[in-house]
T-cell receptor, first 113, second 113 residues
Framework: NAGVTQTPKFQVLKTGQSMTLQCAQD?????MSWYRQDPGMGLRLIHY???????DQGEVPNGYNVSRSTTEDFPLRLLSAAPSQTSVYFC????????????FGQGTRLTVV | QKEVEQDPGPLSVPEGAIVSLNCTYS??????FMWYRQYSRKGPELLMY????GNKEDGRFTAQVDKSSKYISLFIRDSQPSDSATYLC?????????????FGKGNQVVVIP
């Protein structure tokens, strides 16, 4: 019963490097989202998707790109890493209906030096 | 003004005490009100949710919603060390295909044995 799987769990990047955070879910949910969590800031929505082929920006989208070619996968790309992107990143997949239950991955701790 | 306000200050209580957490919000269209619990270095998990105004009880946990005041609360009775976690309020306005959640910043709760 995997739920939402995120890889990698930890990553250190140099400023200017690019990378992709992977997210996969096995619950056949249409709605998926990416958040970043910083101390004192809570969870902030980066991008979300309401289904394969459909994505939209959240409140902090700059510097990030997403695509959704399948229902299962929702990768997040950092285009040119900056120290301000040091954070913990969570992918979530939300059950249909009321939309009250979001299933989160274990998170990716990213440090940009 | 953020849609959801949650004072992110930490809270330390002795075992057996009542923990009281609250959030305020500005969007009167919110219909579902949730509390998520996040253990250290884990993703958030749904604790409970309430639809519209009223109370909901689940074991030692009680959620209250007052839509007229735009105020929600979570009470934990007979708190246990295992309740030590960060508690985030969340809410949404359900719309078909769009399950976007608005989160508070979270409160770190420490229950001291």
């Amino acid at each position: 019963n995997a739920g939402v799987t995120q890889t990698p769990k930890f990553q250190v990047l140099k400023t200017g490097q690019s990378m992709t955070l992977q997210c996969a879910q096995d619950m056949n949910h249409e709605y998926m989202s990416w958040y970043r969590q910083d101390p004192g800031m809570g969870l902030r929505l980066i991008h979300y998707s309401v289904g394969a082929g459909i994505t939209d920006q959240g409140e902090v989208p700059n510097g990030y790109n997403v695509s959704r070619s399948t229902t299962e996968d929702f990768p997040l790309r950092l285009l040119s890493a900056a120290p301000s992107q040091t954070s913990v990143y969570f992918c979530a997949s939300t059950s249909p209906g009321t939309g009250t239950e979001a299933f989160f991955g274990q998170g990716t701790r990213l440090t940009v030096v | 003004q953020k849609e959801v306000e949650q004072d992110p200050g930490p809270l330390s209580v002795p075992e057996g005490a009542i923990v009281s957490l609250n959030c305020t919000y500005s969007n009167s269209a919110f219909q579902y009100f949730m509390w998520y619990r996040q253990y250290s270095r884990k993703g958030p998990e749904l604790l409970m949710y309430t639809y519209s105004s009223g109370n909901k009880e689940d074991g030692r946990f009680t959620a209250q919603v007052d839509k007229s005041s735009k105020y929600i609360s979570l009470f934990i009775r007979d708190s246990q060390p295992s309740d030590s976690a960060t508690y985030l309020c969340a809410m949404n306005r359900w719309a078909y295909g769009n399950n976007r959640l608005a989160f508070g910043k979270g409160n770190q709760v420490v229950v001291i044995p």
